[in-house]
């Protein structure tokens, strides 16, 4: 029997199809906006925890299994003494690989036909047929860096379009393993692709694209990653998007390439400051679109059903004994 407690809010009829499954009894509690101490009682018999936020009373928790958390990231459950505990974690990776790739494209449309142009133009009541208004996408080179899931949507995607799609990597494309995508989307088998870089080719990557989408992780490794000399490898006509962590580009440099035009133009949907202040200069720049990090976000549509998605194939995964979706490794929970 395993003793499973809810900490989320509620998708009726999944949490039914989990209450249905043989020798699982759930509790559920009011959803957590903090790490805050379980009671007792629950604390000491729950195996599998359903939850954004661990408890900050784990060394409580003797009877802990499995957590899965509601989240991509993942640093609330980095160095609190799960592996060392046997304990095994789940993210939310793929939950928001759809909405983030349409907001990829959105923006790609957006930016080649200037549509903030097009607005100011229909604000001020200005007539203006120029051909930079009539702008295709189709034939236009996309790299993208980094190729998870919301690379692989948005590669996807892009080929629906007729563009051509490069990625970065650290070495190869691989199948993607026991991670959750929603059906019929992304790229799993790893085939898309026109052309694929490595880590080292950074400059041949960057050289002929129209699209660069930055779509890799923050992390010690990934920070001011992208800088001066990869902004001034693209060509003067190329557009950045950036829906993953604004620190990923250098501040200094991002605003350096839209003062001297080393680039056309950007979307960000991630940013340096939360909120962005309004005397920020990116706010002001003609050719940047800037989103409140909506891309993808717990008030996505599909959000509670995708995550309970992934909690119930887990819950049943884990009582079967078989791969875990999302699983994270012990040297993820340890920072490393």
Same mark, same amino acid.
């Given at each position: ?44 018999n729950?195996n ?15 009877a802990?299994?499995?957590i ?19 304990i ?29 142009g &097009?607005?100011?133009?229909? =604000?001020?009541?200005?007539?203006? *047929?120029? $051909? ?5 996408? /189709? %034939? ?5 860096w980094?190729?998870?899931g919301?690379?692989?949507?948005t ?5 629906a379009?007729?563009?051509h ?6 070495e ?16 799993p088998?790893?085939?898309?692709p ?16 129209d ?12 920070e001011? &990653?992208i800088?001066?000399? =990869?902004?001034r490898?693209?060509? *003067?006509? $190329? ?5 993953? /962590? %604004? ?15 080393w ?34 976000s717990s ?17 049943r995964?884990?009582?079967?004994e ?15």
């Amino acid at each position: 029997m395993f003793n499973i407690l809810v900490d989320m809010p509620i998708d009726d009829e999944l949490l039914q199809q989990l209450r249905s499954m043989p020798g699982v009894r759930v509790r559920t509690i009011a959803p957590r906006e903090r790490p805050e101490p379980l009671p007792e009682e629950l604390a000491k018999n729950t195996n599998i925890l359903f939850c954004t936020f661990p408890p900050s009373n784990m060394d409580e928790c003797a009877a802990l299994r499995l957590i899965q958390i509601s989240s991509v990231g993942y640093t609330q459950v980095v160095n609190v003494g799960l592996a060392e505990r046997g304990i095994r974690a789940c993210n939310a990776q793929g939950v928001f690989d759809v909405p983030i790739a349409e907001w990829n494209m959105a923006m790609m449309f957006q930016l080649a036909r200037d549509m903030r142009g &097009m607005f100011r133009n229909q =604000e001020h009541k200005v007539w203006d *047929r120029s $051909a930079k208004f009539q702008t295709e996408i /189709r %034939g236009l080179h996309v790299g993208i860096w980094g190729y998870g899931g919301i690379g692989r949507e948005t590669a996807r995607l892009a080929k629906a379009m007729g563009m051509h799609v490069q990625v970065l990597v650290r070495e190869q494309v691989k199948e993607r393993g026991h991670t959750y995508r929603v059906p019929g989307t992304g790229d799993p088998r790893g085939t898309l692709p026109d052309r694929v870089f490595a880590r080292g080719q950074e400059a041949d990557f960057l050289r002929d694209l129209d699209v660069l989408v930055v779509a890799v992780p923050l992390t010690g490794q990934t920070e001011g &990653m992208i800088g001066e000399r =990869e902004l001034r490898a693209l060509p *003067r006509t $190329a557009f950045v998007l950036n829906p993953s /962590r %604004g620190p990923i580009i250098r501040e200094d440099a991002l605003l350096c390439a839209l003062r001297e035009h080393w680039i056309a133009g950007a979307a960000l949907d991630t940013h340096y400051h939360y909120p962005m202040p309004p005397d920020h200069p990116l706010w002001d720049f003609p050719n940047v679109i800037m989103t409140p990090h909506i891309s993808g976000s717990s008030q996505s549509t599909h959000f509670k059903q995708r995550i309970w998605s992934i909690f119930v194939d887990n819950v049943r995964r884990f009582a079967q004994e078989e791969p875990l979706l999302n699983e994270l490794s012990p040297a993820q929970l340890e920072g490393q």
